[in-house]
């Protein structure tokens, strides 16, 4: 089986070939996975809990074992590799560092494994504070640290060493979101400052969006769709991606009638809905619509949009940049739309392009390695 990879030509930094695992008594928690990762590529890990991704990423580092399959590094097999001859450098959420330690001497530990020389050691130290704007701090206790710092100095650690690769398991986490904002443009500064190989796993789809090259999306133990954060968000291949990644509204209804990859849905209060179709759909049958936010046009602007409804508002919600808007059709159909300004009154026309709308088979199956390019 081919493992969905890098770019073509270049031999792949990591693969996992066949991959899955089963914990005792339980179903299969990853499923026949199949994957390659380029040298210096960001690749994200995304999924709610339970999908896989944590399971895979604990596999790579060494930490479970495989139930079937084998993890490649530079084409060297990692079967019979404990965790601290794989070369890897590893952030939890919980940062994992030494409280009694200063913070020189939690990033000298990995340093001191590896026997390198004190005066090589301190150049090294001071070198990762510099990279991640702690320079001056080393003298510092960990708990003298604010959280954003904490974090910055589990990132130093796992770096200070030159690994092959650096794992990152739900590292912002903990943090309040305008610090974990923050941390998410220092955390891809640096992998481009460096060039390390990143795999980073996350449930946050902003976040997943934000660093990486490629995201991998997982359910149920399988990667659904792996492609650049454009494709995933603008070309999902199924209604769960499309509904796990960003914002959208999810409408059910039936197949009028379905020409190419062009369809027509009726929803309740028989109004008509032209989509795009992904999968195999057939008049009769129940279809999933979606359509994101962003892309619904409300008042003057909806004229000659191939969707346009007549709308009642149900609710205005400012948020700053924007104001969404909740707005109902005739039949129940409630829509969540953003605007640029709050509109000011409560019946208006609603609309959305055909090429914005996808329609996909109620009870399509989880796809499996599918690899959507930019």
């Not at 930094?13 to 960001?42: H, N, Q, T």
């Not at 904002?181 to 460096?194: A, F, P, S």
């Not at 300004?341 to 208006?348: A, V, W």
């Amino acid at each position: 089986m081919t493992a969905l990879g890098g770019p073509p030509g270049q031999p792949p930094l990591v693969e996992f070939r066949s991959i899955s695992k089963r914990f005792d008594g339980a179903g299969m928690v990853v499923d026949d996975l199949d994957l390659s990762v380029a040298r210096g590529e960001f690749l994200t890990l995304l999924g709610p809990s339970g999908s896989g991704k944590t399971t895979a990423l604990m596999m790579l580092a060494g930490f479970e074992t495989p139930t079937r399959g084998d993890i490649f590094l530079s084409g060297q097999s990692l079967a019979n590799k404990p965790p601290y001859r794989r070369n890897m450098g590893v952030v939890f959420q919980n940062y994992a560092l030494f409280p009694h330690m200063t913070v020189a001497q939690n990033l000298s530990f990995p340093l001191q494994v590896r026997r390198n020389n004190v005066v090589d050691a301190r150049a090294k130290v001071d070198a990762a504070l510099d990279l991640v704007n702690l320079s001056g701090l080393g003298g510092r206790r960990i708990n003298q640290l604010s959280g954003g710092q904490q974090q910055r100095v589990a990132l130093a650690r796992a770096l200070i060493f030159d690994p092959a690769v650096v794992l990152m398991d739900e590292p912002l986490g903990a943090l309040d979101r305008q610090l974990r904002e923050r941390l998410q443009v220092e955390i891809k500064r640096i992998q481009r400052q460096t060039g390390v190989t990143v795999l980073y796993v996350t449930h946050d789809q902003s976040e997943a969006l934000t660093l990486s090259d490629r995201i991998a999306v997982f359910a149920q133990g399988r990667i659904q769709q792996l492609g650049t954060p454009s494709a995933v968000y603008h070309r999902p291949i199924n209604a769960f991606v499309a509904d796990f990644v960003g914002e959208n509204n999810r409408l059910q209804g039936t197949v009028a009638s379905v020409t190419d990859d062009q369809c027509t849905i009726r929803i309740a209060g028989g109004h008509l809905i032209q989509a795009r179709a992904v999968g195999s759909i057939a008049p009769g049958e129940i279809a999933i619509v979606t359509i994101r936010p962003e892309q619904i046009t409300i008042g003057r602007d909806a004229a000659g949009l191939a969707n346009r409804f007549d709308a009642i508002v149900e609710d205005r919600i400012f948020h700053g940049d924007h104001c969404k808007v909740r707005a109902h059709l005739s039949g129940g159909t409630v829509l969540t739309a953003r605007a640029p300004s709050t509109p000011p009154d409560d019946q208006l026309q609603i609309g959305w392009s055909m090429n914005d709308t996808l329609a996909f088979p109620l009870q399509a199956p989880f796809a499996a390695r599918a690899e959507v390019p930019a």
